[in-house]
């Protein structure tokens, strides 16, 4: 997970706006005390008494930006988290992660500062571009993870009805011809696609999808319930697949 470029960068940057969130926090408390206006009683009974238990309008405007940047930078972690996992290109994704960030900053330092409208709404609008942008491109991508389910059931069929052994092989033509197979540490390095058979002897280039790691997975997991030798059984990879495989 290290070795992606994009992962890392998107570490980096979500760190930065983890911090800049504990920044935020800290200097809540801190006007809280300087203000004197506590939420809790037992808080103001400490600093002076219950009337110290209220609300101030700096209080309130440093718990919004805080707020405000829980509403934002959560879904940002999870849209940058996915779009990682897309293989998109490095410089694209840093591209992308700091814009938010940067955006991110400025809104915080223009709701802190109360800088003149309108440059805390446009520095959220910018931010916003980039996890549209991620969003968009993950469902592109999952697309056709979904397409393939609605023609089933346009079909009147199910993934339970279908044979498990040839769908199973279809995937294996992904993999193999993008060299993912090859890429199976041991035990799993006797996976391979014989039986399998490829027009003029070529492998097709076909892209991956999140179903092609699902079944990769999968067919790694029941083999690694059944290690006692490192060779396969007879009849090869395809006398062991899980009957339960298909249903995914």
Same mark, same amino acid.
Not at 20 to 43: C, H, S
Not at 120 to 133: K, T
Not at 217 to 226: E, K
């Given at each position: 997970?290290?070795?992606?470029? =994009?992962?890392?960068?998107? /570490?980096?940057? !979500?760190? *930065?706006?983890?911090?800049?969130?504990?920044?935020?926090?800290?200097?809540?408390?801190?006007?809280?005390?300087?203000?004197?206006?506590?939420?809790?009683?037992?808080?103001?009974?400490?600093?002076? #008494?219950?009337?110290?238990?209220?609300?101030?309008?700096?209080?309130?405007?440093?718990?919004?930006?805080?707020?405000?940047?829980?509403?934002? *930078?959560? @879904?940002?972690?999870?849209? #940058?988290? =996915?779009?990682?996992?897309?293989?998109? !290109?490095?410089?694209?994704?840093?591209?992308? %992660?700091? $814009?938010?960030?940067?955006?991110?900053?400025?809104?915080?330092?223009?709701?802190?500062? +109360?800088? +003149?409208?309108? /440059? +805390?709404? =446009?520095?959220?609008?910018?931010?916003?571009?980039?996890?549209?942008?991620?969003?968009?491109?993950?469902?592109?991508? /999952?697309?056709?993870?979904?397409?393939?389910?609605?023609?089933?059931?346009?079909?009147?069929?199910?993934? !339970?009805? *279908?044979? @498990?052994?040839?769908?199973?092989? !279809?995937?294996?033509?992904?993999?193999?011809?993008?060299?993912?197979?090859?890429?199976?540490?041991?035990?799993?390095?006797?996976?391979?696609?014989?039986?399998?058979? %490829?027009? #003029?002897?070529?492998?097709?280039? $076909?892209?991956?999808?999140?179903?092609?790691?699902?079944?990769?997975?999968?067919?790694?997991?029941?083999?690694?319930?059944?290690?006692?030798?490192?060779?396969?059984?007879? #009849?090869?990879?395809?006398?062991? *697949? @899980?009957?339960?495989?298909?249903?995914?």
């Amino acid at each position: 997970m290290m070795e992606n470029k =994009v992962f890392l960068s998107f /570490t980096f940057y !979500s760190t *930065i706006l983890i911090l800049k969130m504990y920044v935020v926090a800290i200097i809540t408390g801190q006007v809280r005390l300087r203000k004197k206006a506590f939420a809790n009683p037992e808080d103001a009974l400490r600093n002076g #008494g219950l009337q110290f238990c209220r609300e101030d309008p700096d209080v309130e405007r440093c718990r919004r930006a805080h707020r405000n940047d829980m509403e934002n *930078i959560f @879904p940002f972690l999870f849209l #940058g988290a =996915v779009y990682s996992l897309l293989d998109p !290109s490095p410089t694209v994704a840093r591209i992308h %992660f700091l $814009i938010f960030c940067v955006g991110r900053i400025i809104h915080t330092i223009a709701y802190l500062l +109360r800088l +003149r409208a309108p /440059t +805390r709404s =446009v520095a959220y609008s910018v931010a916003q571009l980039p996890c549209f942008s991620m969003a968009l491109q993950i469902l592109l991508a /999952t697309t056709p993870y979904w397409s393939s389910r609605c023609s089933w059931a346009a079909a009147g069929s199910s993934p !339970s009805r *279908i044979d @498990p052994q040839q769908d199973v092989k !279809s995937h294996c033509r992904a993999w193999s011809a993008l060299g993912l197979l090859e890429r199976i540490p041991f035990p799993y390095t006797h996976l391979s696609c014989r039986g399998t058979s %490829f027009p #003029g002897g070529s492998s097709p280039r $076909i892209p991956p999808t999140p179903e092609h790691w699902t079944r990769l997975f999968l067919i790694c997991l029941h083999h690694s319930m059944d290690l006692s030798s490192s060779r396969p059984s007879r #009849g090869g990879i395809w006398t062991k *697949i @899980p009957p339960w495989a298909a249903l995914l």
